[in-house]
């Protein structure tokens, strides 16, 4: 190989090593500001997330305002929780009703309370156990995966539902597991 061939090839590949650096540093720089996007895309959709929870309980105190009957009472108590379902796009309210002053009948309402659908009721006696099994053998519960409560439900839980042969104090915990999937993300 003669010198001047030597000479082209060492620019050559002074030249090609150059470009490499060159390219590796602008990747480097475009991993960084990818990571830096996504952290703000991130940050950006907690923030959008807990105005959207904010909203959702400002709808649903509105919600439970316009029922006059969810209202305390010395013969009947309501609580209620709320969750904005991100997944869903949806706004929940999860209504607990009993009387007192005993706690001996109790309600559960799943409600949409911006559109005001009704998701999921449960039915049945809140003092269950060995000597209040009959209280408890009545217990129900329906879900509308759509809130269309119209027509028949898409589960049912207790008398009537494909698991009626679920002990009386689980009908409760069955219908409660299955609308948790309306009130988590």
Known sequence: MNKAMKITLAVVLVVVLATIGRQRQTLSQEQRQIQTLTMALADKSKQELLV??????????????????????DDYQFDFENHFNAKLNKCFVLIFESSLPKDDFLS??????????????????SICGVEFTNH???????????????????????????LFGVAGENIEKTFR???QPFMSD
């Open 52 to 73: 959207s929870q904010a909203q959702c309980s400002d709808m649903a105190n509105k919600f439970l305002a316009n029922r006059t009957y969810y209202k305390n009472t």
């Open 136 to 162: 408890c053998s009545m217990n129900s519960g329906e879900i509308w995966f759509d809130g269309n409560d119209t027509r028949n439900p898409d589960f049912t839980v207790g008398p009537g539902g494909p």
């Open 177 to 179: 597991e299955h609308v």
């Open 108 to 125: 559960i309402n799943l409600f949409d309370a911006v559109e005001g659908k009704h998701y999921a009721k449960f039915l049945g006696n």
